[in-house]
C-alpha cells in the first residue's frame, strides 16, 4: 500500500507477514504524517541541522507527490519540486531548487524478494546544494526489546538521548528509548535480527544509519501509535545529515538508495 501524500511506502508484506510495519493508529487521510512505512525525509532530517526546522523531517514527508511512470522493476514512482511545494508551510527554509524523483521497487534476487527504495535528487540551479534525507524505514520485528542491530560497531555515533557522540561498540540493543545517528559512510550492509528471521539492508548514497525506537516512555506521547506498539518495529534509516549531508553540484543528481532482503532463521 503506498499514498501520495509524503510519496509513502506504508507496508510491505512477504509471505503473509509484514516487513514494513505500519501503526493500526496512523492516520492516513493526509493530514498528517504516517506512523510507519517509509517516511521521506528532506529537505532536512528531524529538527534540521540547527534544530529550528518544521515540519519535522522536512516538507516533503507531508507534500503531495505526482505520480510518474514506473520503469523496469518499479511498482511506485513520484516526481516533485521546490515550485510544488511554494507557500506551503517549511517553504521559506528551502536554500535552492531541486527536482526529485522516488521510485519502490519489488525484485527477484538471487537472494530471494527484496524491496529497493531509490530517491533521486536532481540539482537544476546554477549553485551547489546541501539538503539533509533519510529513508526512514519501520522495520516489523517480534519484540524490539530482544532485537539487536548489526554492522555499526566501531562507528562514530551521535546519541540523541544524551546529546553526546561516543563510538558504538558492538551491535545496537533495543533496550529502552533508542536514537542514535551512526557515521556509516562506505555503504555497510547492516542487519536486523530478531531471532526469527534477518532484515538486511544494504545502501547506496548515505553517510549515515539512524536507528530509532521510542521505548515505552517516549512511545506513550504519540497517539498515532498504539499501546505497546513500540515492541513491534525498528527504525532503521538510510540517511545523509547534518556535516554528512550531500552538497550537490549544479545539474547532477544525488542518489540515496537502500534494499531490503529478508533471510529466515533455520
Ligand atoms: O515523530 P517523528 O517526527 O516521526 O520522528 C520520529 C523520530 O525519527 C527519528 O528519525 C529521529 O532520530 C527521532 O529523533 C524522532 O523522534
Given at each position: 500500500m503506498a499514498y501520495d501524500h509524503g510519496a509513502h511506502l506504508a507496508t510491505w508484506d512477504l509471505r503473509g507477514e509484514p516487513v514494513v510495519w505500519c501503526s493500526q493508529e496512523a492516520v492516513l487521510d493526509g493530514s498528517r504524517s504516517i506512523r510507519g512505512g517509509v517516511p521521506v525525509c528532506f529537505p532536512?532530517?528531524?529538527d534540521g541541522p540547527a534544530g529550528d526546522l518544521s515540519?519535522?523531517?522536512g516538507l516533503l514527508r507531508t507534500a503531495t507527490w505526482t505520480r510518474a511512470a514506473p520503469t523496469d522493476g518499479e511498482v511506485w514512482a513520484w516526481t516533485i519540486g521546490d515550485e510544488d511545494v511554494a507557500?506551503?508551510?517549511g517553504a521559506e527554509h528551502l536554500t535552492g531548487?531541486?527536482?526529485v524523483r522516488y521510485a519502490v521497487s519489488l525484485l527477484d534476487g538471487a537472494d530471494g524478494p527484496a524491496l529497493d527504495l531509490d530517491l533521486r535528487v536532481h540539482n537544476p540551479g546554477a549553485d551547489p546544494l546541501t539538503v539533509e534525507?533519510?529513508?526512514h524505514t519501520y522495520l516489523a520485528v517480534g519484540d524490539a526489546t530482544t532485537t539487536t542491530v548489526h554492522g555499526l560497531s566501531g562507528?562514530?555515533?551521535l546519541d540523541k538521548t544524551t546529546g553526546r557522540r561516543r563510538r558504538q561498540e558492538g551491535p545496537v540493543h533495543l533496550d529502552g528509548e533508542t536514537d542514535l545517528v551512526v557515521d556509516s559512510p562506505g555503504a555497510p550492509r547492516v542487519e536486523v535480527h530478531d531471532g526469527r528471521r534477518v532484515l538486511a539492508l544494504?545502501?547506496?548514497g548515505a553517510t549515515q544509519?539512524?536507528?530509532w525506537n521510542p521505548g515505552d516512555e517516549k512511545a506513550a506521547d504519540l497517539s498515532d501509535l498504539g499501546a505497546q506498539e513500540w515492541r513491534e518495529f525498528v527504525c532503521v534509516e538510510t540517511a545523509a545529515t547534518a556535516d554528512l549531508a550531500p552538497t550537490i553540484a549544479p545539474g547532477t543528481t544525488h542518489t540515496l538508495g537502500c534494499r531490503i532482503v529478508v533471510h529466515p532463521v533455520s
Open positions: 532536512w532530517f528531524a515540519p519535522a523531517h507557500g506551503q508551510p531548487p531541486f527536482r534525507m533519510a529513508l562507528a562514530d555515533a544494504s545502501t547506496r544509519t539512524v536507528v
